[in-house]
């Protein structure tokens, strides 16, 4: 766990706080937005790692929720690359992913995530924890 | 144009050696591992030396011409090869052959992918309706209804109700429903039906 990559949320300098979201199924990009914006977030959508990079390039986020298995570019390369650039080292990254044995969570962390899901995740905790994430509540209180 | 291709990749075949390709696959040099995939592309005897090399290869540039190596020289056994990578631990890898699959004979790759639809890990269940997703097959929307229909994991079914969002018909609508009902206590679930509803419906 060493090698998780240090929070440094809010990195848009905007009051809304700015989520990209990272997966090749339109389906689960609809339903992370409607949550997500519910939430307070902006959102921005991803079809898979390389189109996130040159999102990444162009705007800033306070937020990545990236998937795993993607065409082009999978979400460990995406995380792996992400962390080092210097924008993108430290923006909080959430990975979910269908796939739950403990090697999946371990290679998510070595590549750059701070929190690891399993899908399917619950709208209250994608809510709650992209929140957490972004500097917008604190554990145990109000932001 | 791929008539042109074939010959060029034939030529160069003939041109080199091809034990010296063989040989080169396990060359130190990228490069030469790269060259040597690349003309050894579209050559079926070759599928088991690329698949094996493919199985360990740790550079991008050259899994990926491993990759389109394979997926040019089509047949049961270059579809088998990149069938087995849906159980690899490399995600770049497994992608990979996703793709592959995606774009090869139709029929070839759907007799292979139907049976894993069944395999008892729901990732590789997952990673075979990835394939479906694309694979421009008739019957691949009425494999995805039985999967709704059947399968107690809920991560397989969401999977299998992207791909019917895609290509399913309004006749599968009754199953959706149907697959909605059985898995009522995820949001996402009810979010994907009504999504791939409005969709074929």
Redesign the interface.
């Known amino acids: 766990m060493s090698n998780r990559a240090t929070l440094k949320p809010a990195t848009s300098n905007s009051a809304v706080p700015h989520v990209l979201i990272v997966d090749d199924a339109a389906t689960i990009r609809m339903f992370y937005r409607d949550v997500l914006e519910a939430s307070g977030f902006d959102v921005d959508e991803a079809f898979n790692g390389l189109e996130a990079l040159e999102k990444m390039a162009e705007a800033s986020y306070d937020l990545v929720i990236v998937d795993v298995n993607m065409p082009r570019m999978d979400g460990y390369t995406f995380l792996s690359r992400l962390r080092c650039q210097a924008e993108g080292a430290g923006i909080p990254a959430i990975m979910i992913s269908t796939e739950a044995k403990d090697t999946d969570r371990q290679r998510a962390f070595a590549a750059g995530a701070n929190l690891y899901l399993v899908k399917p995740v619950k709208p209250d905790c994608l809510a709650h924890h992209a929140r957490l994430m972004a500097g917008q509540i604190m554990i145990g209180g109000a932001a | 144009m791929g008539l042109i291709r074939s010959k060029l990749v034939d030529e160069g075949v003939a041109a080199a050696d091809s034990g010296q390709l063989l040989d080169d696959l396990e060359s130190t040099d990228p490069a030469a591992r790269r060259n040597a995939a690349r003309l050894l592309a579209g050559q079926r005897d070759s599928v088991d030396a690329l698949a094996d090399r493919l199985r360990v290869e740790s550079e991008p540039s050259v899994v990926e011409t491993l990759l389109t190596a394979i997926g040019r020289t089509d047949g049961p056994r270059a579809v088998s090869a990149l069938v087995d990578l849906l159980r690899d631990?490399d995600?770049?890898r497994?992608?990979g052959a996703?793709?592959t699959l995606q774009e090869m004979d139709p029929e070839v790759v759907l007799q292979e992918i139907a049976g894993l639809l069944d395999d008892p890990d729901?990732?590789v269940r997952?990673?075979a309706l990835?394939v479906l997703h694309r694979l421009r097959h008739p019957s691949a929307a009425c494999l995805a209804r039985r999967v709704i229909a059947s399968d107690p994991h809920?991560?397989v079914c969401?999977?299998a109700?992207?791909v019917l969002?895609e290509i399913g018909t309004p006749d599968m609508v009754a199953d959706l429903e149907a697959v909605a009902g059985r898995f009522r206590t995820?949001?996402?679930?009810a979010?994907?039906v009504t999504?791939?509803i409005k969709r074929i419906a």
């Open positions: 631990e995600a770049a497994r992608n996703i793709e729901s990732d997952i990673f990835g809920v991560n969401a999977a109700v992207e969002a995820e949001p996402f679930m979010f994907a999504a791939a």
